[in-house]
């Protein structure tokens, strides 16, 4: 075949007119060489010429066809959108194209090719591409929701409801999230045309009304529905939310009452209910559904719940006896110990404070059968019997309740005669925990084999190189506790709780500080002289008070730091009027915290301390329903720290304070010691006696000011 001959015959028969014939010469040559993109780029013309399109858009998908195949994807694109332009509803050239532009990420001429197949589709009556299409669209583009909205309506033209209903719904959710709620009330109109039945409608409809703040007209929807069909729990439940949003308490309460009634799998769902009624303070209300939720609920995460509630209730009302029945029994059940014994003694301060002193007395025997040997729940025992029965003594399930020995003279001679065992006669470093663990190790050994006075030599010993380190202290508190020496246990107590206010552990603290003071009668207004006992109850206040004493007493059977303690934890707000040897005090509370303190002639602080360190008298709560003015800003127990401080001095003063025999301290090697006094004068200057007031160690500038 003669190629060039060929093209110019073909040219020269175009040229006279003669396409028919040119045709003809090129497909002469194309069944020689069906490749040769030219010619079928020629003929491709020829056809457009004699408007063939069909066979014109053949040749034009054959060059396409192969400039894809080879990667020239511009080119092949330009072949395609020749074919759509001569052929608007040639469907597969858009399809070509479609591929070629999802390659390439050309997102908006892919949109664009889609609607326009959708189009096609439509145009043909093909409803499954159709489908296909829009699908696809939306997939593509879900901002955009007409493109939803179409769909939907298709769907349900095509007889495919539940599809529809489907789109229509996904639709109101976008419209929804983006606070379109307009739109979103249309999609759903769309859905009542489709299926005016649709449980779900309703709901939906009024979640956008109240997201419109529309709260009355979503509540007349729901009412609506559930007037045609009553039956429907999930438009019950959020029917009740919005009478609850509406301040329609007393509609909500009935709403739940039917729902539970019916099913109680729906309990969790009173919860918000119940925590606004916490809210606006009906506590007992709240109580009857706490209660209940209690009685029938029994995953872990719900009875927390329960206890968060009743916890919240406590902190608007720590009165509230009945949150307390329920809060012991919740913790009582889950074997939480520790919380239920925290509760119990806050149980019995509320008791205290209504003057219902046997119903505080069973909750001291509850604390103590948890835990017999915790001395400070016996001591808490020893105060509620007093109160109940003015200072007589009784036993507790048979057995004597006794207090904690203090005359201890006996065991110090012993404690300074004895030897210490020279193996412990040697410096130890404590840096890691498990150097901690080790030495307390070593002291266990000590004890069990019985050798208490070198265990008590060495921890003090240590305790003077490392003042700051808790468990040692403890340790030692307990040795001294142990071998019946309390002054000495109180006095590590003290030191520990300085420790924990420097570390702003101000819980921890004064829970060591009221262990001092059950140690060491000396550090508490507790010890008073002897008198005749009155048993405290409630009564009328003094003339001219106009107020009722909601707590009184003899201060010679219930120390005054105990009362303190009293007010502090049912955070109470009043006036404590103390009466000793013809002087008057009182101290103010703002809720539970000491904010100012009158006496001899004193005010602020300074009354504070002398009142600390009174003997005998009598003592009247009155409670206040105004704030006092704030005068004293440290914490209740800087407070008492300082005061036990000045109380402890003024102890010392009168030689009532324990001196330790200087044997009792491990001998370090003589040169040792002489480099230590050397190098801490201070240090030296202390050790000579052991047993002098801790107190006495600290800075005179800053006398417990942080602590």
Not at 20 to 49: G, K, P, R
Not at 246 to 264: C, F, P, S
Not at 664 to 683: F, G, I, K, N, T
Request: proline letters at 4%; hydrophobic letters at 40%.
């Amino acid at each position: 075949m003669n190629l060039p001959k060929l093209l110019k015959q073909a040219e020269k028969l175009i040229s006279y007119g003669k396409t028919a014939e040119a045709i003809e010469v090129y497909q002469e040559i194309l069944a020689d060489d069906f490749q040769n993109n030219q010619v079928h780029s020629l003929i491709a013309d020829l056809y457009i010429e004699k408007k063939d399109m069909q066979r014109a858009s053949r040749h034009l998908f054959k060059i396409a066809s192969d400039l894809a195949a080879q990667g020239n994807s511009a080119e092949a694109a330009t072949h395609y959108r020749q074919i759509v332009k001569i052929l608007p509803k040639n469907r597969l050239a858009r399809e070509k194209l479609l591929e070629i532009y999802t390659k390439n990420g050309a997102k908006g001429d892919v949109i664009s090719l889609m609607v326009e197949l959708c189009s096609v589709a439509e145009s043909e009556g093909n409803a499954a591409k159709m489908i296909e299409y829009l699908e696809k669209l939306v997939a593509l583009d879900p901002g955009n929701h007409i493109h939803s909205m179409r769909l939907a309506l298709f769907l349900n033209e095509r007889g495919l409801k539940d599809k529809s209903i489907e789109m229509f719904y996904q639709v109101a959710r976008d419209y929804f999230r983006e606070d379109r709620y307009e739109e979103a009330l249309a999609a759903l109109e769309k859905i009542r045309a489709v299926s005016p039945k649709d449980r779900n409608l309703p709901i939906r409809v009024s979640e956008v009304f109240e997201k419109q703040g529309k709260i009355e007209k979503a509540i007349e929807t729901l009412l609506t529905s559930l007037a045609e069909e009553p039956a429907q729990p999930n438009a019950m439940v959020l029917l009740a939310r919005l009478c609850i949003k509406a301040g329609k308490m007393d509609e909500a309460e009935r709403i739940y009452e039917k729902l539970v009634k019916v099913n109680k799998t729906y309990l969790p769902q009173t919860i918000p209910f119940v925590e606004v009624l916490i809210a606006e303070r009906k506590l007992d209300r709240a109580l009857v559904h706490i209660e209940r939720l209690y009685k029938e609920l029994k995953e872990p995460a719900e009875r927390q719940k329960c206890v968060d509630l009743l916890e919240e209730i406590l902190k608007l009302d720590p009165q509230k006896l009945d949150a307390y029945r329920l809060l012991e029994s919740l913790y009582g059940e889950a074997y939480q110990y520790d919380q239920l014994a925290v509760t119990l003694r806050s149980h019995a301060d509320a008791y205290i404070a209504k003057c219902e002193y046997a119903k505080a007395l069973d909750l001291a025997r509850q604390l103590i059968d948890l835990e017999p040997y915790n001395e400070e729940y016996r001591r808490k025992h020893q105060v509620i019997e007093k109160l109940l029965s003015g200072g007589g003594r009784t036993e507790l399930s048979g057995r004597p309740v006794s207090a904690p020995h203090l005359e201890e003279d006996d065991e110090d001679a012993r404690y300074a005669s004895a030897k210490v065992d020279s193996h412990f006669d040697k410096t130890v470093s404590i840096v890691t925990d498990e150097d901690v663990e080790n030495f307390i190790v070593d002291i266990e050994l000590l004890e069990k084999f019985g050798q208490h006075a070198s265990a008590i030599g060495c921890l003090e010993h240590v305790l003077r190189q490392y003042p700051n380190e808790i468990r040692l202290r403890q340790k030692l508190k307990g040795v001294y506790f142990d071998r019946k020496m309390p002054k000495r246990a109180a006095q590590e107590c003290l030191e520990i709780a300085k420790t924990l206010e420097q570390q702003n552990q101000k819980g921890e603290a004064n829970k060591y500080l009221r262990e001092a003071q059950r140690l060491n009668p000396l550090l508490s207004s507790a010890r008073r002289e002897a008198g005749v006992a009155n048993t405290p109850q409630a009564a009328p206040s003094p003339a001219g008070l106009g107020a009722v004493a909601a707590l009184k007493g003899d201060l010679s059977e219930i120390g005054l730091l105990d009362v303190i303690q009293i007010l502090d934890n049912c955070q109470k707000t009043g006036k404590l009027l103390v009466s000793s040897e013809g002087q008057a005090g009182t101290i103010f509370f703002n809720g539970g915290r000491i904010v100012n303190a009158i006496y001899q002639e004193k005010a602020g602080e300074q009354a504070m301390y002398a009142l600390v360190a009174v003997k005998g008298g009598t003592f009247e709560y009155q409670p206040s329903t105004t704030l006092f003015d704030i005068v004293i800003h440290n914490s209740n127990t800087n407070l008492l720290l300082e005061g036990l401080r000045l109380l402890d001095e003024a102890n010392r003063d009168m030689n009532e304070a324990e001196v330790a025999p200087d044997e009792v301290v491990p001998a370090a090697p003589a040169a040792a010691a002489r480099d230590q006094s050397r190098e801490q004068p201070a240090l030296a200057a202390t050790s000579a006696k052991s047993n002098a007031p801790v107190w006495h160690t600290l800075d005179d500038q800053n006398p417990l000011e942080e602590i």
